[in-house]
């Protein structure tokens, strides 16, 4: 009997998450044993609450999945939702088979984060207990992050990086253009892990002399040590360009900005939540007394699709396709990963591990990647960023702005 | 006798200086008649300390002129120096006068801002006054904040439109993918002008979601309207975005942000300034209570080369071209304009002013333009926009990041 193939979408928004979806639906389209394929509005949570889309026709045409692949955030939209052990809450577990088993549904694919693989170790422990063996549940990583273990890295992330390390590079024009010295904070998301913030280091390839400290979650940060290592970078050149990860934290293990959140407020009580770069500017202002500025590089390092990493697109799609296969031949209760197989060229394959292993932990920058003084990164670092910021994407604009694909 | 060429950037980096500077140096190797072609680092400032760079050599070759289009910010540098009135002190004019000598220089390109075109307009006046009739300043404009009069607009807005248009256009992606009722405020350019703010409207050009309401330094800013139009928004739907001057003030004439700048420390004293935005986010957050986010454009708006405009790019080029023609032919002390000959299909030309009709005058968004409530822009603004961010760059890539032209 055919099956249908049902896909959803959680966690934050990144430019590859659509490109994993985009592959799913391939697969899903090339085998005639699926029927349909449903998308599922808001993840688990539009899952419980039956908000189902048919895409075998809305993705049949290969434009349209193309359109797709270039949309950043997630077409189907996302949650914040993690479903109570099913020993506690079986309720909602009973309502997900029901509905599976409503839309004739065989095999279900989740992309997204920790929480996410969360949900797919919980339905599919769920089923493993209760002798349910005709619904296939796989996880596939998004991490823009890149803080999944297992795998070597997680799709979103090699497209963020490349962002990142653009971005880089044309604020190193832009701030070295005055006789006058100046200093420049760049505030990057990781709020427990620094691989965004060391990807700025991208930007040094061709020669933009950015960034020229970096400053991981990794490590502990001190304000001191901080002031000294500009101090010093300011005796060789005029523009100093430091990137930060937003989660810094002092040697005891409060976040920089701790010390602020309750005490900034104006005149009518409002508290006002600075970031880090911009308390780090104002130390900067305060103590070295020079031009400051600080830069955010906010939503935009996880949604800038019309500068995204072909590489990354295509391991995304890969990654969905190979779960949908993966599925078909039997896996459940699993996430695939991607394994580097060689280095130059480059090359990359998917594998699978049970999504169990992969659940409460954080993968962290290892700390040799990380240069002694903790204000840098190492040749280890750069050389496993690199391939995966590699490749243009050709987005497709129309009247100069970029076309995105809209589930109406 | 064959005379020298001379050309200086000034004010504020964009991402269309470049191309300028390009078309200057392309027109003066297409004449016999110019010797040598000099650049000179850091603008008025590094001219009258000599820090002149032959440029005939360096970009003589297609290539390196086409890497230069593609480089964000001054590849010469910027300075920010205005001259003092030739009556109050002569001697800056002829220290100018006799490094034109020097060099021989019989052409004098400067491309900039309104300082920059206050620096054109006092060095000719100069001239004339002096009866120095050998030596040719034409000014060149750059802004991207689209202020000088008289021009239809100035190179670098298009390529800051084009980059603003394109990045609402990912944010309301990112913004759309949860269930739960949010608001973006995303703070742009313009402390004078909203003409930047407006460019946000060009997100909407292929049916992306955002921005949901736009407010320009132009127009008075109430608070409490604010919340009352982001009220209604949220009624109509779940994600509202917001696009907002950097300037906006209240109904007495002062910046929104200033209640806050003195007030704002941390437990060191540390002076927190804030921006607009975050200034919004907080007010909605205690107002209206959802979740609440502000994003500043910040330097990305002006340097982002690789989301040029290639009608930016384009049209900046050619009035480099025709700066030098128009020197050749005797014109100076005067700026190069661009005027609309055509709509459909767009066409732009050149033409020249006197300088000092530019100075101490800021272009400001008619406000017929912005509709009735001030929290939109009307359709003729739109039609003003449109042409000015057609067209894409191919934007060249090494090693995963964009390459830039370096001046060693």
Tied chains: 1, 2.
Excluded at 9 to 26: D, K, M, R, W, Y
Excluded at 183 to 201: C, F, H, R
Excluded at 251 to 263: F, I, M, P, V
Aim: proline fraction near 4%; charge should be negative.
């Amino acid at each position: 009997m055919k099956k249908n193939l049902l896909v959803a979408q959680s966690g934050g928004p990144s430019a590859a998450i659509n490109a994993t979806l985009c592959g799913v639906v391939e697969m899903g389209l090339e085998h005639p044993e699926i029927e349909k394929i449903y998308g599922v509005k808001n993840g688990i949570m539009g899952m419980l609450s039956e908000r189902f889309v048919d895409l075998t026709e809305l993705l049949a045409d290969e434009s349209a999945r193309q359109l797709l692949c270039q949309t950043p955030s997630s077409a189907l939209g996302s949650c914040h939702m993690k479903l109570s052990p099913w020993e506690e809450n079986a309720f909602e577990y009973e309502k997900a088979i029901s509905i599976f088993r409503k839309y004739n549904i065989g095999y279900f694919m989740y992309i997204g984060g920790s929480d996410s693989m969360d949900t797919v170790h919980k339905l599919s422990e769920y089923c493993r207990n209760h002798h349910i063996n005709d619904i296939k549940i796989i996880g596939v990583p998004k991490a823009i992050e890149n803080d999944l273990p297992e795998t070597d890295h997680s799709p979103g992330f090699g497209s963020a990086a490349k962002y990142i390390g653009t971005t880089l590079t044309e604020i190193a024009c832009d701030c070295n253009v005055y006789a006058l010295p100046s200093i420049t904070v760049v505030e990057i998301m990781g709020q427990d892990t620094g691989w965004l913030t060391a990807s700025s280091a991208l930007a040094r390839l061709n020669g933009d002399a950015a960034p020229d400290l970096i400053y991981l979650s990794e490590r502990p940060f001190s304000v001191e040590q901080f002031l000294f290592d500009v101090r010093e970078k300011m005796m060789e050149k005029r523009s100093v360009i430091v990137a930060v990860s937003e989660g810094l934290r002092n040697e005891e293990g409060a976040y920089l900005t701790d010390s602020l959140q309750n005490r900034v407020e104006d005149e009518f009580g409002h508290r006002i939540l600075a970031g880090v770069s911009r308390f780090l500017e104002e130390i900067l202002r305060q103590e070295i007394g020079c031009k400051v500025r600080s830069v955010e590089l906010n939503l935009m390092q996880r949604c800038a699709s019309h500068v995204a990493s072909a590489t990354d697109i295509q391991e995304a799609c890969t990654m969905g396709r190979e779960a949908v296969r993966y599925a078909l031949e039997g896996g459940s209760g699993e996430m695939a990963c991607l394994r580097r197989v060689s280095e130059a060229p480059y090359a990359s394959e998917v594998f699978f591990i049970p999504v169990d292993q992969v659940l409460n932990r954080v993968k962290k920058v290892p700390d040799e990647w990380i240069n002694e003084e903790g204000n840098d990164i190492t040749q280890e670092m750069m050389d496993y960023l690199i391939p995966l910021i590699q490749g243009e994407i050709p987005c497709a604009y129309e009247n100069g702005v970029p076309v995105h694909f809209h589930l109406s």
